[in-house]
């Protein structure tokens, strides 16, 4: 089956820290991962998308890594604020056959809270 | 754009009544996709269609859910009858290629 698997499930942190989120799976074949970010009360928005042959992935302090052969992703949140504090969904995507779209599995997250 | 547009935001209904969800997705997007998010098991996906078929609907929980995409702009997810172990945020999602964007989702309470 499947799966995707995040650590921690949870993480509390005082801002301006660093962290890093966890994920492996073993959904086969592998297209691309990614990784959003989900506020309370709205849906999840993308923060990377990595494919196969990319190790690592930037977008502002959020940093992503991949290691294809181990089937592994870590999230690295660098100089963290109030406002990270959101779930962080680790998603890896098969391409669909027909018609060239990607369905997604998804990691059931790590709830990250940034406190003062 | 004004992004995957979802309604209601809330919903409240008895066991029993019909429930019907709507989603418009991005124009362009030629996928679309429902998903059920709950605190146990996190974000499922229930059916999805391409260019308004239905391709994979192994994830709708049994026969009381039913979706339906009439035109490339609008979706609707019903349960019929619905059951409080309904309870749960559902997302819509419309997708073109790699890019894939999520609606605010309904939360939907059955009591």
């Known amino acids: 089956k499947n799966q995707v698997e995040q650590s921690p499930q949870s993480l509390i942190i005082l801002e301006g820290k660093n962290c890093t989120l966890q994920?492996?799976?073993?959904?086969?074949?592998?297209?691309?991962l990614r990784w959003y970010k989900q506020d309370t009360g709205r849906g999840p928005v993308s923060l990377t998308i990595?494919?196969?042959?990319?190790n690592t992935k930037s977008n502002g302090r959020y940093t992503a890594t991949l290691d294809a052969d181990t089937k592994q992703s870590s999230l690295h949140i660098t100089a963290s604020q109030l406002s990270d504090s959101a779930s962080y969904i680790c998603?890896?995507?098969?391409?669909?056959?027909?018609?060239?779209?990607?369905?997604?599995?998804f990691g059931t997250g790590t709830q990250l809270k940034v406190e003062l | 754009d004004a992004g995957v547009i979802q309604s209601p935001r809330h919903e409240v209904t008895e066991m029993g009544q019909e429930v019907t969800l709507r989603c418009k997705p991005i124009?362009?997007?030629?996928?679309l996709f429902w998903y059920r998010q709950t605190m146990m098991r996190g974000l499922e996906l229930l059916i999805y269609?391409?260019?308004?078929?239905?391709?994979?609907d192994s994830g709708m929980p049994e026969d009381r859910f039913s979706a339906k995409m009439p035109n490339a702009s609008f979706s609707t997810l019903k349960i019929q009858p619905s059951e409080p172990r309904d309870s749960a945020v559902y997302f819509c999602?419309?997708?073109?290629?790699?890019?894939?964007?999520f609606g605010s989702g309904t939360r939907l309470t059955v009591v």
């Open positions: 999602a419309s997708s073109y290629s790699y890019g894939y964007t």
């Open positions: 994920c492996n799976y073993t959904v086969s074949p592998f297209s691309n």
């Open positions: 990595m494919t196969f042959s990319e």
């Open positions: 998603v890896v995507s098969v391409t669909i056959l027909t018609g060239g779209g990607n369905k997604l599995t």
């Open positions: 124009s362009g997007h030629d996928y």
């Open positions: 269609f391409n260019n308004n078929v239905p391709i994979d």
